[in-house]
């Protein structure tokens, strides 16, 4: 008998401050035609006192608060940002979710790819485990990277998700499509440092897309494309997932011009990358949250189809259906109304608060300005039992509750 395996919860988290792309643009001479090819409107920002850590915690609590600790036997948490070459980021997100201690727990790092990793290994987990539930959460930070022309289509932010075999949200279907070739398109070969090969970066998405999407068509239960009611990608760019979509749309049978079919299929799932950006391993599930809550016809029974890739690289093509309490799930977040509450910044602040960022997972000794932003603790932390970064000495991170 095949056990129901899915996604139960899913929450997003943009932290607290948000710079948008038109202001980024007239300060580095940006087009902007070019925001508007590339449909970019901001990307969230962290504070002094948010790293990777904060950010997956207080992604997860919500989730956690309401599911109860207990009810966890894994937790895996995905990121290209973590803080020490040995230490994993899961223990610091173990303890602050007061996990119990049988709760398996480890970081996973694959590039963008890292979170559908997280995700699939926890449902096989689920599968063997009926009993338990498993959290998945991805978490990141983009470096510094003024005067690049990806500079304002990167973003910082976390999701956290409940895998069980009761899903309210989605529940994923057997077929799974993978594809994986070794390259250097994107890499972070020190904490601070980020070296991108763009083109490479886009025609490696592009190859493995279609030999991900053809190994998933192959297999027992895969959807045709006119199956999938909506799809939802990876999407460090609108332009490179309109590519993508075309790709899967070859074979389609029906009448309707790629255009439209994308802008119905698939332009929905945009609606929250595009606000904080790419948080890379993240970013499928920000699409597939802005799909749940944008798109007008995300309703009970339809299905969607997810193409996730990672530099490096590996890809996967995986669908799911979408449970008659998904919409529901979501707006208990409210996700809209605290996306609009982040405080907005200029490029001079933008970039002061990244080489703060840079100074707190590199050094030794770091203390967070709480007052570097006027007000910005007292209005956004301070009483709302958040998890913020109180200092470092010796390299060793302390948390406290706001």
Same mark, same amino acid.
């Given at each position: 008998m095949?056990?129901?395996?899915?996604?139960?919860?899913?929450?997003?988290y943009g932290s607290t401050l948000v710079i948008h792309a038109e202001d980024i643009a007239a300060v580095r001479g940006t087009p902007p035609k070019r925001l508007a090819q590339w449909r970019l409107e901001s990307r969230s920002l962290v504070p002094p006192y948010e790293d990777p850590v904060t950010l997956a915690v207080n992604a997860a609590r919500p989730l956690v608060d309401e599911h109860g600790a207990a009810e966890f036997g894994l937790l895996l948490v995905a990121s290209e940002s973590g803080l020490d070459y040995s230490k994993p980021l899961s223990s610091y997100v173990h303890e602050f979710?007061?996990?119990?201690?049988?709760?398996?727990?480890s970081e996973i790092k694959h590039a963008c790819f890292g979170g559908t990793a997280a995700l699939l290994l926890a449902a096989d987990w689920v599968?063997?485990?009926?009993?338990?539930?498993?959290?998945v959460v991805t978490t990141d930070l983009s470096r510094r990277l003024f005067g690049h022309a990806a500079e304002s289509a990167e973003g910082m932010g976390a999701t956290a998700m409940?895998?069980?075999?009761?899903?309210?949200?989605?529940?994923?279907?057997?077929?799974?499509?993978?594809?994986?070739?070794?390259?250097?398109?994107?890499?972070?070969?020190?904490?601070?440092?980020?070296?991108?090969?763009?083109?490479?970066?886009?025609?490696?998405?592009?190859?493995?897309?279609?030999?991900?999407?053809?190994?998933?068509?192959?297999?027992?239960?895969?959807?045709?494309?006119?199956? %999938?009611?909506? /799809?939802?990608?990876?999407? =460090?760019? &609108?332009?490179?997932? +309109?590519?993508?979509? !075309?790709?899967?749309?070859?074979e389609s049978s029906a009448d309707v011009p790629p255009a439209e079919q994308f802008e119905r299929k698939v332009a929905p799932s945009l609606r929250y990358c595009?606000?904080?950006?790419?948080?890379?391993?993240?970013?499928?599930?920000?699409? %597939?949250?802005? /799909?749940?809550?944008?798109? =007008?016809? &995300?309703?009970?029974? +339809?299905?969607?189809? !997810?193409?996730s890739y990672g530099s490096g690289s590996s890809a996967a093509f995986f669908s799911g259906v979408l449970r008659s309490e998904a919409r529901a799930r979501l707006a208990r977040h409210d996700i809209p109304s605290a996306l609009m509450a982040r405080r907005?910044?200029?490029v001079r602040t933008y970039e002061r608060l990244v080489?703060?960022?840079?100074?707190?997972?590199?050094a030794a000794e770091f203390e967070p300005d709480t007052g570097a932003i006027a007000n910005?603790?007292?209005e956004s932390y301070a009483g709302r039992n958040a998890l913020v970064l109180s200092g470092v000495k010796g390299y060793q991170r302390s948390y406290q509750w706001s």
């Open positions: 095949q056990v129901d395996i899915g996604i139960d919860d899913l929450n997003v979710l007061g996990l119990p201690g049988r709760c398996v727990h599968r063997a485990n009926p009993d338990a539930k498993a959290l409940v895998v069980s075999t009761e899903p309210r949200v989605l529940g994923l279907d057997a077929a799974r499509g993978f594809a994986s070739k070794e390259v250097y398109d994107v890499a972070r070969p020190t904490h601070t440092h980020t070296v991108v090969d763009s083109e490479l970066s886009l025609s490696a998405y592009l190859d493995l897309a279609e030999i991900a999407w053809s190994d998933y068509r192959c297999q027992d239960g895969a959807a045709a494309y006119d199956d %999938l009611d909506h /799809l939802a990608c990876h999407t =460090p760019l &609108a332009p490179l997932v +309109r590519q993508a979509h !075309l790709l899967f749309a070859e595009q606000k904080i950006g790419n948080t890379f391993s993240g970013c499928l599930f920000v699409a %597939l949250a802005g /799909l749940i809550d944008g798109a =007008p016809d &995300a309703d009970t029974g +339809r299905r969607v189809g !997810l193409y907005r910044v200029d080489e703060d960022l840079e100074q707190s997972l590199t910005h603790f007292e």
